[in-house]
């Protein structure tokens, strides 16, 4: 992540917005409502951007870097957009010695992303995740709720087709 990555631009709708101002009107006032409206606005944009994060900002009268941090915080936030297909590879001991960082590599390649980022077609994003409880499978990958285990670089290829 960090600077270089990609910026998607924000395209929330008109639908969005309006659904947003009604979740932040419906905490307004409640003490400890932020995680709340955080997470309802996740799940009405499908992610943090920071225009979201702006309005909820304006709209509580929180400062902006106040809800940034939250946001950067907690794992359950993202700040890019997801994918239609959520590819994650685990990097946990056994996946990684077993060659899962060959697997993350030929997947950025193939998809022109890095871990964190989406597709621009939004069909794919990619992220790494640690330990997924599967080691008698490494490497594992996932896409979305399919499991993927003992595979390798050369069939990163035949996995992404089946999602074409």
């Given at each position: 992540?960090?600077?270089?990555?990609?910026?998607?631009?924000?395209?929330?709708?008109?639908q969005?917005?309006e659904?947003?101002?009604k979740?932040?009107?419906q905490?307004k006032?409640?003490?400890g409502?932020?995680?709340p409206?955080?997470?309802?606005a996740?799940?009405?944009?499908?992610?943090?951007?920071i225009?979201?994060?702006?309005?909820i900002?304006n709209?509580m009268?929180?400062?902006l870097?106040?809800?940034?941090?939250?946001?950067?915080?907690?794992?359950?936030f993202?700040?890019?957009p997801?994918?239609?297909?959520?590819?994650?590879?685990?990097?946990?001991t056994a996946?990684?010695?077993?060659g899962?960082?060959?697997?993350?590599?030929?997947?950025?390649?193939?998809?022109k992303?890095?871990?964190?980022?989406c597709?621009?077609?939004?069909?794919?994003?990619l992220?790494?995740?640690?330990?997924?409880?599967?080691?008698?499978?490494a490497?594992?990958l996932?896409?979305?709720?399919d499991?993927?285990?003992?595979?390798?670089?050369?069939?990163?290829?035949?996995?992404?087709?089946?999602?074409e």
């Open positions: 992540m960090g600077i270089s990555q990609k910026t998607v631009p924000f395209a929330g709708t008109k969005q917005h659904e947003l101002l979740v932040i009107n905490h006032g409640d003490h409502a932020l995680m409206i955080l997470q309802e996740q799940a009405i944009y499908g992610y943090l951007p225009e979201v994060q702006t309005i900002s709209e009268n929180i400062p870097e106040k809800i940034y941090g939250i946001v950067t915080f907690y794992s359950q993202s700040l890019s997801k994918g239609k297909y959520t590819i994650s590879v685990c990097l946990g996946c990684y010695v077993r899962a960082g060959d697997i993350v590599n030929k997947l950025e390649d193939i998809l992303i890095s871990d964190g980022e597709t621009e077609d939004g069909k794919f994003s992220e790494s995740c640690r330990c997924i409880g599967a080691c008698g499978l490497p594992v996932t896409v979305n709720d499991v993927y285990g003992k595979i390798t670089a050369d069939d990163v290829e035949g996995i992404l087709a089946k999602y």
